[in-house]
């Protein structure tokens, strides 16, 4: 069965940097969030999008933004990059929004 | 401090040993999801409860939520050395009556099976 699909794996930045990351929610999902997951931390949630809106906000830095396209994939955009934004990050995808929420494999940034 | 309480930290098990994993919340919640996850990879997916009484296994794995909706166990029977990694209860709350489905982590239960 497909799963979510997380674009880079890892990604290595130097502090002051952007960077891009993607996310492929399984066929069919409509609602996507994401989670930033900091070392020996649980995840702790961003944002989610529902039908290409942003539905819902959490703990998200203004440096960082997000959307949901056409095709329903997302990017997360972070800006000024700092030493504290290392972590994994992951995207999660269900179908509405009170369904089963299926986990990426998570993008590992780490921040120079 | 954290809104979902997991309960041990950490297990060391031998194989074959049956063990259990609790999650509590102060807060009535509208799906409680358990999930694994090993050191440095995506969270898998295990099950999601939203009835109270509610009850649900798979393969070896077995996952309840209790009546008044606020804690539940996580069930492995016969552990095996595969089903050791970190295991997360994350929740879904109700908010005035709407939820978006974000999920609120508990802070996982390390689990080592030795063989």
């Known amino acids: 069965a497909a799963g979510v699909i997380q674009s880079p794996r890892h990604l290595i930045k130097e502090k002051r940097e952007t960077a891009t990351l993607k996310c492929y929610p399984i066929?069919?999902?409509?609602?996507v969030y994401w989670y930033q997951q900091g070392p020996g931390q649980d995840p702790q949630f961003l944002i989610s999008f529902y039908e290409k809106m942003q539905s819902d906000k959490g703990s998200i830095p203004d440096r960082f933004s997000a959307q949901q396209f056409s095709d329903y994939h997302s990017e997360l955009n972070m800006s000024s990059l700092e030493l504290g934004d290392s972590a994994l990050y992951f995207c999660?995808?269900?179908?509405?929004?009170?369904?089963?929420?299926?986990f990426g494999p998570g993008t590992r940034l780490t921040v120079l | 401090s954290q809104e979902l309480e997991q309960s041990p930290q950490s297990l060391i098990v031998q194989e074959g040993k049956n063990l259990t994993i609790n999650c509590t919340s102060s807060k009535t919640l509208y799906g409680l999801y358990w999930y694994k996850q090993k050191y440095g990879e995506g969270l898998i997916f295990l099950m999601m409860?939203?009835?109270?009484?509610e009850e649900k296994s798979h393969e070896k794995i077995t996952a309840k939520l209790d009546e008044k909706k606020q804690q539940s166990s996580l069930h492995i029977t016969a552990s095996q050395p595969s089903h050791a990694g970190i295991y997360l209860c994350?929740?879904?709350?109700?908010?005035?009556?709407?939820?978006?489905?974000?999920?609120?982590f508990g802070q996982g239960t390390i689990l080592t099976v030795h063989p």
């Open positions: 409860l939203q009835k109270g009484g």
């Open positions: 999660a995808s269900s179908l509405r929004t009170y369904n089963e929420q299926f």
């Open positions: 066929p069919r999902h409509d609602t």
């Open positions: 994350g929740a879904v709350k109700k908010k005035g009556g709407t939820s978006y489905g974000k999920l609120t």
